[in-house]
């Protein structure tokens, strides 16, 4: 890990903001997760509704009633309690409904997820998660919009500087590793790139000094 | 696969003449081919870019070296995934054959009381065909990768590895939604997708069991990892509760720094893309939310289906190194031609000829493995390093050995074996042809090989054999050849040069001796071998080759040169090759091979001819990049150097791509043979080149023929009918010259 103790290294921050441009991933330097909070409810509030997919037996659809208009909703398991409280009140605020736990009662689909990458890899644009529990890793697989906070000092030039944290991550008893590069795409249709097919439509990294 | 048919399909290539009627109809679907041409243009330039600034061969062969060292202990490496695995608490299997693992797979459906399934992509599970067993066992199975997806719902297989739906257009995708929305079919690529998006979630939330393939098994850590742009792996592995995950032995590697190595190469030489959207690595029973009671289930099912048997096979066990990336097809021409459907049984492209014959057998195979033109682009290309071509010549050979060649080509390697016979047999035909000669061409062939063939004119064989004209030449020479300082070259002819177009080399040993060569012509040499090789002769592919070690033997050779890069090819990188097992004849092999240059190299970086030596005519030359020069030898730079000496160089997009000559290859596929001829013709023609020059005796061959051949076809059309010779002996036509021939021409008369 060379960045963990010393300073971000810049060119790996920029590299990984040239890298993420040519995949579609919006990137955005912010103070710390403070900072990174404030850019996902920035996009929040920019996020065109779900369009709500319909799939029987999901809890949101039947709750959602016709006469009073449904809250945008945002998904953030991974935060700690006291993160999550603070989140909870300036979402409201704004109108948001925040959830953190039952995902799997979202599977026809909301706004936008929040996680924070283990680590990232500048070379591919790529932030790496690890989500052993079920709600975190919905969270960015149902969401249109998903916005993922990296740490600049976990930032690496490639793939293999990082092998050790991969491999202690796929040491552990359960884990799911997930490496994204963009939003979800296609290129089935007589080869033109078209973004959200199963995952999400937009993808947005804070990159947290 | 017992040999039965997958889903009742129709298989294109399952007899010869079948064959042949399927190619010719993908010849005339426009869609096809338009869409194939403008795949095989992007891929080519975006693959380029993709790699630039990165060291290609060098990641290339470390996944070469990353998969042999997985390879040579796989059975250490299942042991300690297997362990590692069931510790975490997977269930791992073993399945020797597709019935196995099909069985496997239904069983972990009934046990669990599982009725609908969802897959994402996985070649595994076309490989064994999985689909239909589930569905036999009243399963519903939905495929949830996009082109995946719509191929399921057409009935059809996949086209592609990567891209399986490339066959179709939005307007056939279309039609095919509408039938499930039963609204108006929308055209729209966007909205198409939006499509399976909202079909396809339901599905996912309804499914009790996700089956994928993998892209890795990593022993050290009982994980798989699975590379998706879509994110429908994601979805697979996480919401239905039991996962089944279909992996090949060949998948497993010992750690993630070896997946990592690969994972480098393939979204590189997939798509272009320095990596996939998504890499999800799985390890474990992670938690399920569903049903508190009920936790996650998790399957390995490793296949081994023939592969076990192939890692014994020495010459071919390289083929487990692929790592599924398509390259193999996206730059084949033949491909481009003809599609998917006609490149192989399941697996597609160079892969799909030899995993065909591999994994799914010889009746299979036996028919689809000769539809390759042996331009070695996938060779070139090949993410882990494979000899593809070679390995596809080899098959051919077992095939041979195994079923018996067809008489025609044991008849020609009979005569071709024989080095008396053969060229006694020449001259007869020589004399045989006289009455159909018009200028150098057969003016019209007998009906037996008329019909498909006629589409390029063939070349007369010529009054006097380089053999023949070598002592009257060597005469002349004498005064100069005794005195010369220069290196001791010895000339290998190759049967087209020294029976069809001596006077290319007349003209090339001029030019050797302007800058003093010693240059020599061993009488005892034969054919290279190559034309007897490419039929699956192996024997008598041997016997040239040997005659050839002993005709080059003389110590004091500097060179031995070819004009014809498929016999120096050949020489260079299959000699060594063919004589392993022989020490004292390998050395041979190895001094011979050391020696073997091609004249463009030759003549550029031994005798270095300069800019002093020409006088550049001004007419714009077009080159054409044979492929066992370019990609066989990796000589580039040199005959476009000398064209650039010697006359006005005009580049041109498509330099690279195949002529479709390949020896046999057009006798036994004239319309695809004719139809690279017919693209290559027309991309000079857009260019504005008049002139063509080339550095192989069988692209003269091929590209001089289908000229003839136009001028002929206009000719007629002006006459209302059938035109005589005198007719067409006016026609404008492109100027094609190999390049021993264009230098002599524009050489400056003093130097002369
Ligand atoms: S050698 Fe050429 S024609 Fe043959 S499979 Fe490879 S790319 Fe296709
Ligand atoms: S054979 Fe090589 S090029 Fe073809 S799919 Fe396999 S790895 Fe890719």
Same mark, same amino acid.
């Given at each position: 890990?060379?960045?963990?103790?010393?300073?971000?290294?810049?060119?790996?921050?920029?590299?990984?903001?040239?890298?993420?441009?040519?995949?579609?991933?919006?990137?955005?330097?912010?103070?710390?997760?403070?900072?990174?909070?404030?850019?996902?409810?920035?996009?929040?509030?920019?996020?065109?509704?779900?369009?709500?997919?319909?799939?029987?037996?999901?809890?949101?659809?039947?709750?959602?009633?016709?006469?009073?208009?449904?809250?945008?909703?945002?998904?953030?398991?991974?935060?700690?309690?006291?993160?999550?409280?603070?989140?909870?009140?300036?979402?409201?605020?704004?109108?948001?409904?925040?959830?953190?736990?039952?995902?799997?009662?979202?599977?026809?689909?909301?706004?936008?997820?929040?996680?924070?990458?283990?680590?990232?890899?500048?070379?591919?644009?790529?932030?790496?998660?690890?989500?052993?529990?079920?709600?975190?890793?919905?969270?960015?697989?149902?969401?249109?919009?998903?916005?993922?906070?990296?740490?600049?000092?976990?930032?690496?030039?490639?793939?293999?500087?990082?092998?050790?944290?991969?491999?202690?991550?796929?040491?552990?008893?359960?884990?799911?590793?997930?490496?994204?590069?963009?939003?979800?795409?296609?290129?089935?249709?007589?080869?033109?790139?078209?973004?959200?097919?199963?995952?999400?439509?937009?993808?947005?990294?804070?990159?947290?000094? | 696969?017992?040999?039965?048919?997958?889903?009742?399909?129709?298989?294109?290539?399952?007899?010869?003449?079948?064959?042949?009627?399927?190619?010719?109809?993908?010849?005339?679907?426009?869609?096809?081919?338009?869409?194939?041409?403008?795949?095989?243009?992007?891929?080519?330039?975006?693959?380029?870019?993709?790699? =630039?600034?990165?060291?290609?061969? &060098?990641?290339?062969?470390?996944?070469?070296?990353?998969?042999?060292?997985?390879? =040579?202990?796989?059975?250490?490496?299942?042991?300690?995934?297997?362990?590692?695995?069931?510790?975490?608490?997977?269930?791992?299997?073993?399945?020797?054959?597709?019935?196995?693992?099909?069985?496997?797979?239904?069983?972990?459906?009934?046990?669990?009381?599982?009725? @609908?399934?969802?897959?994402?992509? =996985?070649?595994?599970?076309?490989?064994?065909?999985?689909?239909?067993?589930?569905?036999?066992?009243?399963?519903?199975?939905? &495929?949830?990768?996009?082109?995946?997806?719509?191929?399921?719902?057409?009935?059809?297989?996949?086209?592609?590895?990567?891209?399986?739906?490339?066959?179709?257009?939005?307007?056939?995708?279309?039609?095919?939604?509408?039938?499930?929305?039963?609204?108006?079919?929308?055209?729209?690529?966007?909205?198409?997708?939006? %499509?399976?998006?909202?079909?396809?979630?339901?599905?996912?939330?309804?499914?009790?069991?996700?089956?994928?393939?993998?892209?890795?098994?990593?022993?050290?850590?009982?994980?798989?990892?699975?590379?998706? !742009?879509?994110?429908?792996?994601?979805?697979?592995?996480?919401?239905?509760?039991?996962?089944?995950?279909?992996?090949?032995?060949?998948?497993?590697?010992?750690?993630?720094?070896?997946?990592?190595?690969?994972?480098?190469?393939?979204?590189?030489?997939?798509?272009?893309?320095?990596?996939?959207?998504?890499?999800?690595?799985?390890?474990?029973?992670?938690?399920?939310?569903?049903?508190?009671?009920?936790?996650?289930? %998790?399957?390995?099912?490793?296949? $081994? !289906?023939?592969?076990?048997?192939?890692?014994?096979?020495?010459?071919?066990?390289?083929?487990?190194?692929?790592?599924?990336?398509?390259?193999?097809?996206?730059?084949?021409?033949?491909?481009?031609?003809?599609?998917?459907?006609?490149?192989?049984?399941?697996?597609?492209?160079?892969?799909?000829?030899?995993?065909?014959?591999?994994?799914?057998?010889?009746?299979?195979? @036996?028919?689809?493995? !000769?539809?390759? /033109?042996?331009?070695?682009?996938?060779?070139?290309?090949?993410?882990?390093?494979?000899?593809?071509?070679?390995?596809?010549?080899?098959?051919?050979?077992?095939?041979?050995?195994?079923?018996?060649?067809?008489?025609?080509?044991?008849?020609?390697?009979? %005569?071709? +074996?024989?080095?008396?016979?053969?060229?006694?047999?020449?001259?007869?035909?020589?004399?045989?042809?006289?009455?159909?000669?018009?200028?150098?061409?057969?003016?019209?062939?007998?009906?037996?090989?008329?019909?498909?063939?006629?589409?390029?004119?063939?070349?007369?064989?010529?009054?006097?054999?380089?053999?023949?004209?070598?002592?009257?030449?060597?005469?002349?020479?004498?005064? @100069?050849?005794?005195?010369?300082?220069?290196?001791?070259?010895?000339?290998?002819?190759?049967?087209?040069?020294?029976?069809?177009?001596?006077?290319?080399? /007349?003209?090339?040993?001029?030019?050797?001796?302007?800058?003093?060569?010693?240059?020599?012509?061993?009488?005892?040499?034969?054919?290279?071998?190559?034309?007897?090789?490419?039929?699956?002769?192996? &024997?008598?592919?041997?016997?040239?080759?040997?005659?050839?070690?002993?005709?080059?033997?003389?110590?004091?050779?500097?060179?031995?040169?070819?004009?014809?890069?498929?016999?120096? !090819?050949?020489?260079?990188?299959?000699?060594?090759?063919?004589?392993?097992?022989?020490?004292?004849?390998?050395?041979?092999?190895?001094?011979?091979?050391?020696?073997?240059? $091609?004249?463009? =190299?030759?003549?550029?970086?031994?005798?270095?001819?300069?800019?002093?030596?020409?006088?550049?005519?001004?007419?714009?030359?077009?080159?054409?990049?044979?492929?066992?020069?370019?990609?066989?030898?990796?000589?580039?730079?040199?005959?476009?150097?000398?064209?650039?000496?010697?006359?006005?160089?005009?580049?041109?997009?498509?330099?690279?791509?195949?002529? +479709?000559? +390949?020896?046999?290859?057009?006798?036994?596929?004239?319309?695809?043979?004719?139809?690279?001829?017919?693209? @290559?013709? &027309?991309?000079? $023609?857009?260019?504005?080149?008049?002139?063509?020059?080339?550095?192989?005796? +069988?692209?003269?061959?091929?590209?001089?023929?289908?000229?003839?051949?136009?001028?002929?076809?206009?000719?007629?059309?002006?006459?209302?009918?059938?035109?005589?010779? *005198?007719?067409?002996?006016?026609?404008?036509?492109?100027?094609?010259?190999?390049?021993?021939?264009?230098?002599?021409?524009?050489? *400056?008369?003093?130097?002369?």
């Amino acid at each position: 890990m060379p960045n963990s103790e010393g300073p971000p290294s810049f060119s790996a921050v920029n590299e990984f903001k040239k890298k993420a441009q040519a995949v579609s991933t919006e990137t955005v330097e912010v103070k710390g997760l403070g900072g990174a909070l404030d850019y996902l409810l920035k996009v929040a509030k920019e996020a065109s509704p779900a369009s709500l997919l319909p799939v029987s037996g999901a809890e949101f659809p039947k709750a959602s009633n016709r006469a009073e208009p449904r809250k945008k909703l945002i998904a953030a398991p991974g935060l700690t309690d006291a993160d999550f409280d603070r989140l909870d009140k300036k979402a409201s605020e704004l109108g948001f409904g925040l959830i953190r736990k039952g995902l799997r009662d979202f599977v026809s689909g909301f706004e936008v997820a929040f996680s924070v990458a283990a680590f990232g890899v500048a070379e591919t644009a790529t932030c790496v998660l690890e989500n052993e529990s079920e709600d975190a890793r919905l969270a960015g697989m149902l969401a249109e919009t998903h916005v993922v906070a990296l740490d600049k000092k976990r930032l690496f030039e490639t793939s293999r500087d990082a092998l050790g944290l991969l491999e202690a991550a796929l040491n552990r008893p359960a884990n799911f590793v997930s490496f994204i590069s963009g939003p979800s795409r296609t290129s089935d249709i007589e080869r033109v790139l078209t973004l959200g097919v199963h995952g999400p439509f937009h993808f947005h990294v804070a990159l947290m000094d | 696969m017992n040999g039965q048919e997958r889903d009742g399909r129709d298989y294109p290539a399952a007899s010869s003449k079948k064959y042949h009627k399927s190619l010719n109809q993908a010849l005339e679907d426009s869609f096809l081919r338009k869409t194939l041409d403008k795949f095989a243009v992007q891929y080519r330039s975006s693959r380029e870019a993709i790699f =630039s600034g990165l060291a290609e061969k &060098e990641l290339i062969r470390e996944v070469a070296l990353a998969k042999d060292g997985a390879l =040579s202990r796989i059975g250490e490496l299942y042991g300690e995934f297997a362990q590692k695995a069931r510790e975490k608490g997977l269930i791992v299997h073993r399945a020797q054959t597709a019935q196995e693992a099909r069985e496997i797979i239904s069983n972990i459906a009934r046990e669990n009381g599982a009725k @609908k399934v969802i897959k994402s992509k =996985s070649m595994t599970a076309e490989e064994i065909d999985l689909n239909r067993a589930l569905e036999g066992a009243g399963l519903e199975v939905v &495929e949830t990768d996009l082109g995946e997806w719509i191929i399921q719902l057409r009935d059809e297989p996949p086209s592609h590895m990567v891209l399986p739906a490339i066959h179709l257009s939005r307007f056939q995708v279309a039609e095919e939604f509408a039938k499930l929305t039963a609204g108006e079919p929308d055209t729209d690529i966007g909205k198409l997708v939006k %499509v399976a998006r909202r079909e396809l979630r339901a599905k996912f939330a309804e499914a009790d069991l996700g089956v994928t393939g993998a892209n890795f098994a990593v022993a050290a850590s009982g994980a798989i990892g699975l590379c998706t !742009n879509e994110g429908n792996a994601r979805l697979t592995t996480n919401l239905p509760r039991i996962h089944v995950a279909l992996i090949g032995l060949d998948k497993l590697v010992p750690t993630a720094a070896e997946a990592l190595s690969i994972l480098r190469v393939l979204p590189r030489n997939a798509t272009a893309q320095p990596i996939t959207t998504y890499v999800s690595w799985l390890t474990g029973i992670v938690d399920y939310g569903a049903a508190a009671d009920k936790g996650k289930i %998790v399957h390995a099912v490793f296949l $081994d !289906n023939g592969r076990l048997d192939l890692i014994k096979d020495p010459k071919c066990r390289e083929v487990l190194r692929c790592v599924r990336c398509g390259a193999c097809a996206n730059v084949c021409p033949v491909f481009r031609l003809v599609g998917g459907h006609r490149m192989g049984y399941v697996y597609i492209g160079a892969i799909g000829l030899i995993l065909t014959y591999f994994l799914h057998g010889r009746e299979k195979a @036996k028919n689809l493995i !000769n539809n390759c /033109v042996g331009c070695e682009a996938c060779k070139d290309v090949c993410a882990a390093g494979i000899d593809l071509s070679g390995i596809i010549s080899e098959i051919r050979a077992r095939i041979n050995e195994e079923d018996g060649a067809p008489i025609t080509s044991s008849l020609l390697s009979a %005569v071709m +074996g024989n080095r008396d016979l053969f060229h006694a047999l020449l001259k007869y035909a020589k004399y045989a042809q006289k009455p159909a000669v018009t200028g150098s061409f057969v003016r019209h062939l007998p009906e037996i090989v008329a019909g498909s063939h006629g589409f390029r004119a063939l070349p007369a064989i010529a009054n006097r054999s380089f053999r023949e004209t070598w002592p009257q030449l060597e005469a002349q020479m004498a005064p @100069k050849l005794g005195q010369s300082k220069g290196p001791r070259v010895a000339v290998m002819a190759g049967c087209a040069h020294d029976f069809i177009y001596p006077e290319q080399l /007349v003209e090339a040993v001029k030019l050797l001796l302007i800058k003093e060569a010693k240059v020599s012509f061993p009488t005892d040499q034969s054919c290279c071998g190559l034309p007897l090789q490419a039929l699956g002769q192996r &024997e008598a592919s041997l016997k040239t080759a040997k005659t050839n070690l002993r005709a080059f033997a003389a110590k004091d050779l500097d060179y031995v040169v070819s004009l014809c890069p498929s016999c120096a !090819n050949f020489m260079k990188n299959r000699y060594p090759l063919l004589f392993a097992h022989d020490p004292d004849l390998l050395e041979m092999a190895q001094n011979l091979s050391a020696r073997v240059i $091609d004249f463009s =190299s030759l003549v550029k970086n031994v005798l270095k001819f300069s800019p002093d030596d020409f006088t550049p005519g001004s007419l714009k030359v077009a080159y054409h990049s044979p492929c066992h020069l370019g990609r066989g030898l990796g000589v580039h730079q040199e005959p476009r150097q000398l064209i650039a000496l010697a006359g006005q160089y005009l580049k041109t997009p498509e330099e690279e791509v195949c002529c +479709g000559f +390949g020896g046999s290859y057009s006798l036994k596929f004239p319309e695809i043979s004719a139809a690279l001829m017919k693209r @290559k013709l &027309e991309s000079i $023609d857009e260019s504005g080149a008049e002139v063509l020059v080339t550095d192989c005796p +069988g692209c003269v061959l091929q590209l001089r023929g289908g000229e003839e051949q136009r001028k002929r076809a206009k000719a007629a059309a002006q006459a209302g009918g059938q035109a005589k010779a *005198k007719d067409y002996a006016q026609e404008k036509s492109l100027k094609i010259q190999h390049i021993s021939e264009f230098l002599s021409e524009n050489i *400056k008369k003093a130097t002369k």
